[in-house]
Nanobody, 115 residues
Framework: QVQLVESGGGLVQPGGSLRLSCAASGSIFSINTMGWYRQAPGKQRESVAT???????YYADSVKGRFTVSRDNTKNTVYLQMNSLKPEDTAVYYC?????????WGQGTQVTVSS
């Protein structure tokens, strides 16, 4: 079993920054993809950014140039640095780990961008 624990959400003003963290524990397959998804009220969950264990990254067009995903394989932790935040970035952000044919999700952390 794999557990994912997110942290770092909160309330920030437009133009501000936040850094999310997600620590994985348990039986983690060494080759995996970790990433961040978000779900705003009334909308479907969408992919924000992902990173493979080899370091390849993917970003949604809406966050390119503003968000940076990174990981520390020694700590089984993935990060999401979010800069130049906009009100439309407001959502619950979920961490996901894909590996060994399985998907695992964190409990989610709220990010609210508002003045």
């Amino acid at each position: 079993q794999v557990q994912l624990v997110e942290s770092g959400g909160g309330l920030v003003q437009p133009g501000g920054s936040l850094r999310l963290s997600c620590a994985a524990s348990g039986s983690i397959f060494s080759i995996n993809t970790m990433g961040w998804y978000r779900q705003a009220p009334g909308k479907q969950r969408e992919s924000v950014a992902t990173i493979t264990s080899g370091g390849s990254t993917y970003y949604a067009d809406s966050v390119k140039g503003r968000f940076t995903v990174s990981r520390d394989n020694t700590k089984n932790t993935v990060y999401l640095q979010m800069n130049s935040l906009k009100p439309e970035d407001t959502a619950v952000y979920y961490c996901r780990l894909a590996g060994n044919g399985r998907l695992y999700w964190g409990q989610g952390t709220q990010v609210t961008v508002s003045s």
